[in-house]
Nanobody, 124 residues
């Protein structure tokens, strides 16, 4: 499956953005989808994941209550709605996929497919 993230940009602290990840080349509903981010000089970190059909969602503690992951299997899209953005949320955000039968994971090594990231910049 091929993934392409979009929707990043520059936003003021406290603002909102919605990222999208478009999937192609596979049966989208057969994948657990995740969002990860990487800030300069730091390791890539888990942000959120959503299981098949959107049955379950998982979030990093740092974004819980502010970010929402969702998916539209009919459109082969996964979204990350980000509210109350903070300067520390600034990073390159990437989407990733792993087969549904491997269930949820917050580890980057557990995801088989990755899209190019989209830059999120938060001004203070």
């Amino acid at each position: 499956v091929q993934l392409q993230a979009s929707g990043g940009g520059l936003v003021q602290a406290g603002g909102s953005l919605r990222l999208s990840c478009a999937a192609s080349g596979g049966t989208f509903s057969r994948y657990v989808m995740g969002w990860f981010r990487q800030a300069p000089g730091l390791e890539r970190e888990f942000v959120a994941a959503i299981t098949r059909y959107g049955a379950f969602t998982y979030y990093a503690d740092s974004v819980k209550g502010r970010f929402t992951i969702s998916r539209d299997d009919a459109k082969n899209l996964v979204y990350l709605s980000m509210n109350s953005l903070k300067p520390e949320d600034a990073a390159v955000y990437s989407c990733a996929a792993r087969p549904y039968y491997r269930s949820y994971s917050s580890y980057t090594a557990d995801y088989d497919y990755w899209g190019q990231g989209t830059q999120v910049t938060v001004s203070s």
